[in-house]
């Protein structure tokens, strides 16, 4: 995702504006949309500055926080499949969610039967000893 236009540039596009440019000769002067244009100015005008927006939520926001209490369900229910422990766990969490938390703690685990005799990773098992 390309980033947001420099301080610098929003504030001389603002000040030809203010100067009397027409917007249109200022919006291709400066190689940017007329409505980027008009966004900054009212951002001007509500706030006083033509900032980027900065520290906002990117992406989706986990369902699981509670890492510790996670990592405690997951040593007491380990043995049962990811759709088990998001019905146990509640909350309006998915078999995806239980997936994407086991993932973001380093825990990869698979449900089928296997040839192999253990087929647990050895971040499962040192969970479940802990």
Known sequence: MPGPYSDDLRQKAIAAVERGEGKSHVSQMFNISRNTLDLWLKRKEQTGECRAITHYQQGCRHKITDWQRFREFVREHG????????????????????????????????????????????????????
Do not use: C, F
């Open 79 to 130: 043995g049962k499949s990811q759709g088990e422990m998001a019905k146990l766990w509640g909350d309006g969490v998915s078999q995806q969610n239980i997936s994407d938390a086991l993932g973001k703690l380093g825990l990869s685990r698979k449900k089928r039967p296997t040839a192999i005799k253990n087929a647990m990773t050895s971040s499962v098992k040192s969970l479940r000893n802990a």
